[in-house]
């Protein structure tokens, strides 16, 4: 009993939870489609995972410093648009990665600006955003798909290394670096000292607008990375892709037990809620679910996910309640 009490208490009480769910949705897909368990589907699985989780890392960092960010789908798409483009000038892949990836920061910048600044709910102000660089995304290709002819970047997208896609290498190394960040870094205490209250952090010498523009420009670039990646796996820059993809994200980084009360998650938590929200997507496509159910499905897991946040958070406050009567 002891041993059984020291294991909850490393993993977490509400991790157990979500392992066990994954290994429910495994179970269930594997006995409606013999398929879905095989090792080239679980390959598959995790490289369409690779997007969703690195846009889930910055959106973690967000959702703890009670921030929200409602752009990524139409930054993703915009940056794979613009890597394409920039490839197709001749520009090598260095630079042109780069200067994506600042177009990815600026957007994340510009985000900040809007909340910091202009006081503009986070909510609203990405909301914004997200309508203004879908409509760049278009713009800059004039609203049709753009082909990537180097061929060496195309490889980033399906090059394997030890059986796994680079796509897949690149989430699993941001999910480590960007977890000991969070979890081992001042500036990781940083972030859930401003989502338990950014006025307590401030009066104790903490910059809650620095920190906030810091996890919106670290979600930017993370997200134009993603983008980027997905462009090679796809061959093509394309306008219209990745709608929603902010919401899968945000899906899984609140079933990983992330709060949107803030001040509460972790990036094992996410890593988790990714593979079960992407094993949960996989398997109503392999089980030919109806694309107009597949929405309803992924709205049922959405709204779980929030759920279970707030009897989560109620269980907290009620027993930081408890815990200051006795201490009263």
């Not at 709205?299 to 009263?328: C, H, P, V, W």
Request: net charge positive.
């Amino acid at each position: 009993m002891n041993e059984k009490r020291k294991f909850t208490s490393i993993i977490g009480g509400d991790k157990i939870v979500l392992i066990v769910a994954i290994i429910a949705v495994f179970a269930l897909f594997t006995s409606l489609n013999r398929n879905f368990l095989t090792p080239q589907n679980m390959v598959n699985l995790l490289v369409a995972s690779s997007l969703v989780g690195m846009v889930a890392i910055g959106h973690t960092y967000l959702i703890i410093g009670l921030q929200n960010d409602l752009s990524p789908g139409s930054l993703a798409a915009f940056c794979g648009v613009l890597v394409a483009i920039l490839l197709n000038k001749g520009l090598p892949i260095p630079v042109a990665m780069v200067i994506t990836l600042a177009a990815g920061a600026a957007v994340g910048l510009f985000n900040s600006w809007m909340v910091n600044q202009i006081r503009i709910e986070a909510f609203i102000a990405t909301l914004v955003s997200q309508t203004i660089i879908r409509g760049f995304a278009y713009i800059i290709c004039g609203g049709k798909p753009v082909a990537i002819t180097n061929q060496a970047f195309n490889k980033l997208g399906t090059f394997r290394i030890v059986g796994l896609p680079v796509p897949v290498w690149v989430m699993i190394l941001c999910i480590v670096l960007f977890g000991f960040i969070l979890a081992r870094t001042r500036f990781g205490r940083s972030v859930y000292a401003i989502g338990g209250s950014a006025e307590a952090a401030r009066l104790a010498g903490l910059n809650p607008k620095r920190i906030v523009t810091i996890c919106f420009i670290m979600i930017g670039m993370l997200t134009a990375m993603g983008g980027m990646l997905f462009a090679a796996r796809m061959n093509a820059g394309q306008p219209a892709a990745n709608v929603n993809l902010e919401f899968d994200a945000i899906t899984a980084v609140i079933l990983g037990g992330t709060s949107f009360a803030g001040g509460v998650g972790s990036m094992f938590g996410t890593a988790l809620g990714i593979i079960l929200i992407q094993a949960f997507n996989t398997g109503l496509i392999m089980v030919n679910v109806d694309s107009f159910w597949q929405y309803v499905a992924r709205g049922a897991l959405l709204l779980f996910a929030l759920t279970s946040d707030y009897i989560r958070e109620t269980r907290r406050q009620k027993a930081l309640l408890e815990a200051s009567m006795k201490n009263a």
